[in-house]
Nanobody, 114 residues
Framework: QVQLVESGGGLVQAGGSLRLSCVVS????????MGWYRQAPGKQRELVAS???????NYAESVKGRFTISRDTVKNTLYLQMSSLKPEDTAVYYC????????WGQGTQVTVSS
């Protein structure tokens, strides 16, 4: 059974930075495109960044130029480097396959104060 464990969230002021991590266990991580998703209160979960199995990256317009997704296939870990954070980035952040086929983890809360 695949387990996803996200970490690295926290409270940060607008303009600050955070680095999120997601450890994947129970599956061969490198075979799949992976993504970072977020869900703000009262809103649907959205895909904000994805990386294919060969390293092609794609970003939502709202985070383009501020967020960077990366992966370490040895550590089976997915990362999201977030900079120039805005209050509207406040959400619970989750990782999953790019087709969101696995069960969701608990997520990590990111709160950006103005």
């Amino acid at each position: 059974q695949v387990q996803l464990v996200e970490s690295g969230g926290g409270l940060v002021q607008a303009g600050g930075s955070l680095r999120l991590s997601c450890v994947v266990s129970g599956s061969t991580f490198s075979h799949y495109g992976m993504g970072w998703y977020r869900q703000a209160p009262g809103k649907q979960r959205e895909l904000v960044a994805s990386i294919s199995s060969v390293g092609y990256r794609n970003y939502a317009e709202s985070v383009k130029g501020r967020f960077t997704i990366s992966r370490d296939t040895v550590k089976n870990t997915l990362y999201l480097q977030m900079s120039s954070l805005k209050p509207e980035d406040t959400a619970v952040y989750y990782c999953n396959r790019a087709d969101s086929a696995w069960d969701w983890g608990q997520g990590t809360q990111v709160t950006v104060s103005s």
